[in-house]
């Protein structure tokens, strides 16, 4: 178990990342730096409060965010644990938006902007975009609607110096890609992507419009420019009652060779 006395770091009350954020980051970092296997406990509610001089509030929301990327996983009246990893599948997605993905089967797609800012960026977003930690990105949340149905909450990361200005750009009804290549000269030419399941914690259920518990389809993706340096990263919670993945497969003539996969 991780004792709350093995935690070394605080909680950066100059820092303008949410206290939740960072409280997610160190634990993170904890779990990794004792390397916690599954199933292994970590401290409990009331502990990180008094540790961090934080609110139930803040902790709730840490672990709630950490359950939902599968990083650890909660009991009713047992506690927190390491979560089972999930077995990663060999994906290779074309390098389509969702808004393209919509509008070729003849639907419509809509956003709804939730939060789209210049911040600084934390760890794993620096490293998902090889960028120092606080350099600045731009956050871009969207609650997602196809033919006015909830759909898709996504998060998306993209360094600052790409498009300098897309924090004062519209993006309720227009393709990000389509943007990025027409106003910034930005290309997306490849780019990897990954897809597990995951239930939703109570904000995620009211966002989409389904019970608390219910099945997501949750998609992570890191795209790659031209210049071969990563431009955008964004994680997605997919509705599992209304999306799926196409996959076609096509055996390889080397033996040994992993497979092929396409996901459209």
């Known amino acids: 178990m991780l004792s709350s006395h093995d935690m070394q770091a605080g909680i950066d009350r100059s820092s303008p990342l949410p206290f939740y954020h960072q409280l997610k980051q160190l634990l993170l970092a904890d779990i990794e730096r004792k390397r916690l296997q599954p199933g ?5 509610d009331h502990s990180l409060c008094a540790t961090y001089e934080i609110s139930r509030t803040v902790v709730r929301q840490a672990l709630a965010d950490l359950e939902t990327e599968g990083v650890v996983e909660r009991i009713k009246g047992r506690g927190t644990f390491v979560a089972q990893p999930k077995t990663a599948e060999g994906l290779v997605q074309s390098l389509t938006g969702l808004y393209e993905d919509v509008a070729a089967r003849g ?101 989409l419009g389904i019970s608390r518990g219910a099945p997501v389809l949750v998609l992570t993706s890191i795209s790659v420019g031209e210049d071969g340096r990563p431009v955008e990263a964004f994680v997605a919670y997919h509705r599992g009652d209304r999306s799926r993945f196409e996959v076609e497969l096509s055996r390889s003539q080397a033996p040994g060779a992993p497979p092929l996969m396409h996901v459209t």
């Open 40 to 44: 292994d406990r970590l401290p409990g």
């Open 107 to 207: 639907s419509h797609l809509r956003s709804k902007v939730l939060r789209l800012e210049v911040v600084p960026a934390d760890d794993k977003v620096a490293t998902d975009l090889q960028l120092s930690p606080g350099e600045p990105v731009i956050v871009l949340e969207r609650l997602r609607f196809v033919d006015d149905e909830p759909w898709v909450l996504a998060v998306t990361y993209l360094p600052h110096s790409v498009a300098p200005d897309l924090d004062s750009a519209d993006l309720a009804d227009q393709s990000l890609y389509a943007l990025l290549e027409r106003k910034y000269g930005v290309r997306l030419v490849r780019g990897r992507r990954s897809v597990e399941a995951a239930v939703a914690n109570a904000g995620l259920a009211r966002s």
